[in-house]
């Protein structure tokens, strides 16, 4: 048995969540938050056979996707900041962080 962390943008988390279902995969939602954009993530959990992961994997693949986006960074700490104009930068965000761990034991109550 496996289990799956995929950590998703919040604009992707009802698609997904919905794609899951319907291919009866269950799935844990828990809310959090992206360290570089400061930004809301979703992290689902997915217990599964080893033998479904290329299932969920494409599920995954299928709901979350890239996407570019202006953000302006966050002024340095610390140090001059006489020379730093926050100017918008194009970054990619979106898509699927997916880790995949054995487990060694599931118990369901």
């Given at each position: 048995m496996k289990l799956v962390i995929a950590v998703v943008q919040d604009k992707d988390s009802n698609r997904l969540s919905n794609a899951l279902v319907k291919e009866g995969f269950r799935a844990t939602k828990l809310a959090s938050t992206g360290g570089f954009l400061k930004a809301g993530n979703t992290?689902?959990?997915i217990g599964i056979e080893d033998d479904?992961?290329?299932?969920?994997?494409?599920?995954i693949k299928a709901n979350c996707k890239v996407?570019?986006?202006?953000?302006?960074?966050?002024?340095?700490?610390?140090?001059?900041?006489?020379?730093y104009i926050p100017f918008p930068v194009e970054v990619q965000v979106g898509g699927a962080a997916v880790f995949v761990l054995q487990v060694e034991r599931f118990e369901h109550y």
């Open positions: 992290t689902f959990m479904r992961i290329p299932e969920v994997m494409q599920v996407r570019d986006q202006l953000v302006t960074p966050v002024s340095p700490m610390g140090g001059s900041t006489d020379s």
